[in-house]
């Protein structure tokens, strides 16, 4: 069968590309058909991201993981709250990110046998890089860095808010629990994600 290239978009930040990671190593060692490249965006002076892809590329025995890097000089200037800020970054990046698959597309046309681009896989926060696949015609996977049972938490507040139209910001003083169904048991208010009960950021984890 004929070989396949992932892309895969991790969003800003160490902990979620260390995540995404541990999936990419996963699948390359499952099917050694699969090579994949992961787009790193960086935000400006973050010498973590860095000094981890270095490590990997030293230490990694697979040579079907390639980085691209994608630096950037852009900083947080704003008051915004810094999910708001990395959502903008992920949308200004679309272009660049389109035209390095571009070249990437073209430079593996040159091999004899050049793998096919499957699909994107994209960080939660990186929903914004689905018209990109949406451009190349091929479909995207969206990695989730938490938990089942956080993800579920989510889509019930999704639910709340969409279907049920209820104002999760306005829970933030309520002593109340809720009923998840992917929690064992009730969950009270008062250890919600705050992110979940604030103007500010609820708005950008809904829209994700």
Same mark, same amino acid.
């Given at each position: 069968?004929?070989?396949?290239?992932?892309?895969?978009?991790?969003?800003?930040?160490?902990?979620?590309?260390?995540?995404? %990671?541990?999936?990419?190593?996963?699948?390359?060692?499952?099917? *050694?058909?699969?090579?994949? @490249?992961?787009?790193?965006?960086?935000?400006?002076?973050?010498?973590?991201?860095?000094?981890?892809?270095?490590?990997?590329?030293?230490?990694?025995?697979?040579?079907?993981?390639?980085?691209?890097?994608?630096?950037?000089?852009?900083?947080? @200037?704003?008051?915004?709250?810094?999910?708001?800020?990395? @959502?903008?970054?992920?949308?200004?990046?679309?272009?660049?990110?389109?035209?390095?698959?571009?070249?990437?597309?073209?430079?593996?046309?040159?091999?004899?046998?050049?793998?096919?681009?499957?699909?994107?896989?994209?960080?939660?926060?990186? @929903?914004? %890089?689905?018209?990109?696949?949406?451009?190349?015609?091929?479909?995207?996977?969206?990695?989730?860095?938490?938990?089942?049972?956080?993800?579920?938490?989510?889509?019930?507040?999704?639910?709340?808010?969409?279907?049920?139209?209820? *104002?999760?910001?306005?829970?933030?003083?309520?002593?109340?629990?809720?009923?998840?169904?992917?929690?064992?048991?009730?969950?009270?208010?008062?250890?919600?994600?705050?992110?979940?009960?604030?103007?500010?950021?609820?708005?950008?984890?809904?829209?994700?």
């Amino acid at each position: 069968m004929k070989k396949a290239e992932l892309v895969l978009v991790p969003s800003p930040g160490i902990g979620h590309l260390a995540s995404m %990671m541990e999936l990419a190593k996963l699948l390359v060692d499952r099917d *050694d058909r699969v090579s994949i @490249t992961v787009i790193i965006i960086r935000l400006a002076l973050d010498s973590k991201i860095s000094r981890y892809t270095e490590s990997l590329t030293a230490s990694s025995k697979s040579t079907r993981i390639q980085f691209i890097d994608l630096p950037s000089d852009k900083t947080n @200037t704003s008051n915004d709250h810094p999910s708001k800020f990395v @959502t903008s970054l992920i949308e200004s990046e679309k272009p660049h990110v389109k035209e390095f698959v571009s070249k990437l597309i073209t430079q593996s046309e040159l091999n004899p046998n050049p793998p096919r681009l499957a699909c994107f896989v994209l960080d939660m926060f990186c @929903t914004g %890089m689905i018209d990109v696949a949406n451009e190349f015609g091929v479909p995207s996977y969206i990695y989730f860095t938490s938990s089942a049972a956080f993800l579920g938490f989510q889509f019930h507040m999704q639910d709340l808010h969409d279907k049920q139209e209820v *104002d999760l910001t306005e829970l933030k003083d309520v002593d109340a629990e809720f009923e998840i169904p992917t929690l064992v048991n009730p969950l009270p208010v008062k250890v919600f994600p705050s992110v979940m009960l604030s103007k500010d950021t609820l708005p950008v984890v809904l829209y994700h």
